[in-house]
């Protein structure tokens, strides 16, 4: 194991993956100078500028012509700098891309990753900062995935990667800089199988993204036993490790970044409710952010992040319910 970062946990996953297949290349804006967040550093010298493609400011060409490359039978790493800029390529991705396994009749498969870092960064404001995973889980054809820690960040690469279907990798702006422990030999993890952060029986907590941290440390300092999931992966999700925790602890909280109305914390209180029962449920809590646009001012974006001690009043409110 290794102690390292966010970022550089998803680039030594990207670089093995370029050195086991040749197959696989990245594009997007600032590759070759190494990404916004530094996840590129170093990669255009080692497999060059061919498979490290810095790309014109053009996202809906750059999802086009990943989608092509794919088609073709290479597997592209498709950077969006931002998930926000995914909106000026939304065609490509949710109507061509989505759809041309489909369409086709499994003739043309676009095995490519897309990857989406999302939510907070200081000062990112409104346009920079949203977090978009529930329009992409509604859309068939695609896999969402979520990384919290920085062995995730590097093993789901890796599996997307290696992925037949086109995956979403949303990465969390706010913890590139996060450290961890990651295994020397990088591996894929599995899609849809969650990570069992932390075990009790007071109430089942499922948490994804950039509140896996924060939601375990609440759990820490609670002081209530807390059976904590961290999905890792929105679509296809466990649906089964979720239920079968909230039929023994009969209390739910679902903590996301993301905007609470029309959240994916919605599809698990719906999936869980259908699964247990309306009987089986004591307490139900969403945890996320207020229907609002993020403001660029540091006072106030404070005021609509999801922090420890508010994850703690909510464990706390729900257990005791």
């Not at 041309?100 to 920079?128: D, E, I, T």
């Not at 699964?275 to 449920?281: E, K, T």
Request: hydrophobic share 45%.
């Amino acid at each position: 194991m290794t102690r390292m970062t966010f970022a550089e946990a998803a680039r030594c996953a990207l670089a093995a993956e370029m050195r086991r297949d040749p197959l696989v290349w990245a594009l997007g804006e600032d590759l070759v100078q190494g990404g916004i967040f530094g996840q590129y550093k170093g990669l255009a010298g080692e497999f060059g500028t061919d498979r490290i493609v810095s790309t014109p400011i053009s996202e809906s060409t750059i999802m086009g012509a990943g989608l092509g490359a794919a088609l073709c039978g290479t597997r592209p790493v498709i950077e969006m700098r931002i998930a926000d800029f995914t909106l000026c390529a939304m065609d490509e991705l949710v109507s061509q891309i989505a759809k041309v396994r489909y369409m086709f009749g499994g003739q043309g498969r676009a095995a490519l990753v897309v990857r989406m870092p999302q939510g907070m960064w200081r000062n990112s404001a409104a346009q920079h900062s949203q977090c978009l995973e529930a329009w992409l889980t509604h859309i068939p054809g695609l896999v969402v995935v979520a990384p919290g820690t920085p062995a995730d960040a590097a093993g789901l690469l890796a599996a997307a990667i290696r992925s037949d279907d086109p995956v979403v990798l949303m990465e969390p702006k706010n913890l590139w800089t996060t450290e961890g422990e990651v295994p020397d030999d990088i591996t894929p993890v599995p899609f849809g199988i969650a990570r069992h952060a932390a075990e009790g029986d007071a109430l089942t907590v499922v948490t994804w993204s950039a509140t896996v941290p924060v939601v375990e440390q609440a759990a820490r300092e609670s002081g209530i036993a807390c059976d904590v999931f961290d999905l890792r992966s929105l679509w296809p999700w466990d649906e089964a490790a979720v239920v079968a925790s909230v039929r023994r602890t009969g209390r739910l909280l679902v903590v996301h970044e993301a905007v609470t109305v029309s959240g994916f914390g919605a599809e698990i209180v719906a999936r869980v409710v259908e699964g247990v029962g309306p009987g089986g449920l004591r307490a139900i809590e969403r945890l996320g952010a207020p229907r609002a646009p993020v403001p660029f001012s540091p006072p106030l974006e404070d005021a609509m992040r999801i922090t420890p001690a508010r994850v703690a009043q909510a464990i706390r409110r729900v257990a005791n319910t």
